[in-house]
């Protein structure tokens, strides 16, 4: 019979799937940001600015900062 340490030593079934989505995730996040940061450069930015855009909204700007905000302290968290 396995005693309890040797019982435990492996990684197997469904933690590999786990463990897959641990080392994927801050490339993901990082993706994610790089396409956040897109729409601070001046077309986009100013499309959502403009007041008669079709692409403005009052909370939108708040929005997309906080998402920013997010995604950065995710990241952060997940590297540290």
């Known amino acids: 019979m396995l005693s309890q340490e040797e019982k435990y030593k492996k990684t197997g079934g469904w933690?590999?799937?786990?463990?897959?989505?641990?080392?994927?995730?801050?490339f993901k996040n990082a993706f994610d940001i790089s396409q956040t940061l897109l729409l601070f450069f001046e077309p986009a930015?100013?499309?959502?600015?403009?007041?008669?855009?079709?692409?403005?909204?009052?909370?939108?700007v708040p929005d997309i900062i906080f998402e920013f905000v997010m995604q950065l302290f995710f990241l952060y968290l997940k590297l540290f």
């Open 45 to 60: 930015w100013s499309a959502i600015l403009k007041a008669g855009s079709q692409s403005h909204s009052p909370l939108l």
């Open 15 to 26: 933690l590999v799937l786990v463990g897959i989505g641990l080392i994927i995730y801050p």
